[in-house]
T-cell receptor
Framework: DADVTQTPRNRITKTGKRIMLECSQT?????MYWYRQDPGLGLRLIYY???????NKGEISDGYSVSRQAQAKFSLSLESAIPNQTALYFC????????????????FGEGSRLTVL | SQQGEEDPQALSIQEGENATMNCSYK?????LQWYRQNSGRGLVHLIL?????REKHSGRLRVTLDTSKKSSSLLITASRAADTASYFC?????????????FGKGTMLLVSP
């Protein structure tokens, strides 16, 4: 089984619908992230969480919300989907390395491809 | 905003040749990482180099970091068709008291048999 699992892997929806993308991990990491990938734009950070009670906005949080239900679960919601939210979404985790704040290796899920019509 | 920018955007070589990709960034960093992505798949971590390191090796990979020029390079030696993928640099920097990774736009590498 994958260490970082995303569901659904593919989703087609219509404008205005509420969508939830779910992420679960078995790595025991405290830190979890949601990134969005668009062709030619690389990955951009949407939200991140450093523990269950900690939620932070990333570079492009408008139109998105998140919930950290447990250490192992981090879900991303689009309250009212719009076509320009069509993208490949990635969940990732990392371990806290201690000492000076820094981000170690990220472990990615296989992605959730969302199409908003 | 993008912190890292990879160059070139695309690279096409023959098996056995070396591939060099470059990454430039704008602000000071804690570390710089390189990731690989096969088409439509999740990213896989390749190597991490800290701001006080200048060079690091892992198998056929060699990464250099020049903090004075705010640049890094990834060298893949003796490339194979299986190395065909997109490669991203990611910089770890502080943002409002938190450390997060910011990714570049990537270099698409095509290795032909």
């Amino acid at each position: 089984d994958a260490d970082v699992t995303q569901t659904p892997r593919n989703r087609i929806t219509k404008t205005g619908k509420r969508i939830m993308l779910e992420c679960s991990q078995t790595k025991g990491h405290d830190r979890m992230y949601w990134y969005r990938q668009d062709p030619g734009l690389g990955l951009r950070l949407i939200y991140y969480s450093f523990d269950v009670k900690d939620i932070n906005k990333g570079e492009i949080s408008d139109g998105y919300s998140v919930s950290r239900q447990a250490q192992a679960k981090f879900s991303l919601s689009l309250e009212s989907a719009i076509p320009n939210q069509t993208a490949l979404y990635f969940c990732a985790t990392s371990d806290y390395t201690g000492g000076v704040p820094n981000t170690g290796e990220l472990f990615f899920g296989e992605g959730s491809r969302l199409t908003v019509l | 905003s993008q912190q890292g920018e990879e160059d070139p955007q695309a690279l096409s070589i023959q098996e056995g040749e070396n591939a060099t990709m470059n990454c430039s960034y704008k602000t000071s960093i804690n570390n710089l990482q390189w990731y690989r992505q096969n088409s439509g798949r999740g990213l896989v971590h390749l190597i991490l180099i800290r701001s006080n390191e200048r060079e690091k090796h892992s198998g056929r990979l060699r990464v250099t970091l020049d903090t004075s020029k705010k640049s890094s390079s990834l060298l893949i030696t003796a490339s194979r068709a299986a190395d065909t993928a997109s490669y991203f640099c990611a910089t770890d920097s502080m943002n409002s008291g938190y450390s997060t990774l910011t990714f570049g736009k990537g270099t698409m590498l095509l290795v032909s048999p």
